[in-house]
């Protein structure tokens, strides 16, 4: 059964500082992986997706990468700013039932940027 | 473009009652899928309907259904509610379905949810 774990699961980080989210999960069968960001109380937004050939995907601040046989993620937010305060979760895809994929979310990090 | 819909964002129900949410997917999206999202346990997956037909299921009990109509909206209903019901559940909505998020871009787009509290 896979498993997605994200560490740590709250941050507090001054504005302007170079921060790293990190998602492992213990079964390296992905197709993707994917990066989301949920403010409170509201829905998911995709912020970066990499396939399980590639080792990164970059936009803008935000890079992720990908280390497929070590079951491993990180989201690199450089220079962040209040605005990116949020919860970030990863999710993985792996193969399902007949014609469905399955995503496992992981259990989500908190972030806060503060002035 | 608008993007995906779901009504209604609050609900209030007691233990027993039944419920049904709603979503409308981005127009020309045919796949939507149901999570539930917890403090607890965090998001969980539901349900996928993919051109009116269940393509996958989670490990959830009969009492939670869905449906999807001709033009791509999806309902969710939950009979019989209970206290563990209460949660944020959220729909998403693809072109082609989760199939083809493996080997594609192709990305979720999530609504807002309806938050649902059982007391």
């Known amino acids: 059964k896979q498993e997605v774990t994200q560490i740590p699961a709250a941050l507090s980080v001054p504005e302007g500082e170079n921060l790293v989210l990190n998602c492992s999960f213990t079964?390296?069968?992905?197709?993707?992986l994917q990066w989301f960001r949920q403010d409170p109380g509201k829905g998911l937004t995709s912020l970066l997706l990499i396939q399980s050939s590639q080792r990164e995907q970059t936009s803008g601040r935000l890079n992720a990468s990908l280390d497929k046989s070590s079951g491993r993620s990180t989201l690199y937010i450089a220079a962040s700013q209040p605005g990116d305060s949020a919860t970030y979760l990863c999710?993985?895809?792996?193969?399902?039932?007949?014609?469905?994929?399955?995503?496992?979310f992981g259990t989500g990090t908190r972030l806060q940027v503060t002035l | 473009k608008a993007g995906v819909t779901q009504t209604p964002r609050y609900l209030i129900k007691t233990r027993g009652q039944q419920v049904t949410l709603s979503c409308s997917p981005i127009?020309?999206?045919?796949?939507v899928s149901w999570y539930q999202q917890t403090p607890g346990q965090g998001l969980q997956f539901l349900f996928e309907?993919?051109?009116?037909?269940?393509?996958n299921k989670g490990n959830f009990p009969g009492r939670f259904s869905g449906r999807q109509f001709s033009n791509s909206r999806s309902e969710m209903n939950v009979s019989t509610l209970e206290l563990g019901d209460s949660a944020l559940y959220l729909c998403?909505?693809?072109?082609?379905?989760?199939?083809?998020?493996?080997?594609?871009?192709?990305?979720?787009?999530f609504g807002s949810g309806t938050q649902l509290s059982v007391l």
């Open positions: 999710a993985v895809i792996t193969g399902g039932v007949g014609t469905a994929s399955k995503l496992t």
């Open positions: 998403a909505s693809s072109l082609k379905g989760t199939v083809f998020l493996r080997t594609t871009n192709e990305k979720l787009f």
């Open positions: 309907y993919f051109s009116e037909t269940q393509r």
């Open positions: 079964d390296s069968a992905i197709y993707n």
């Open positions: 127009s020309g999206h045919r796949s």
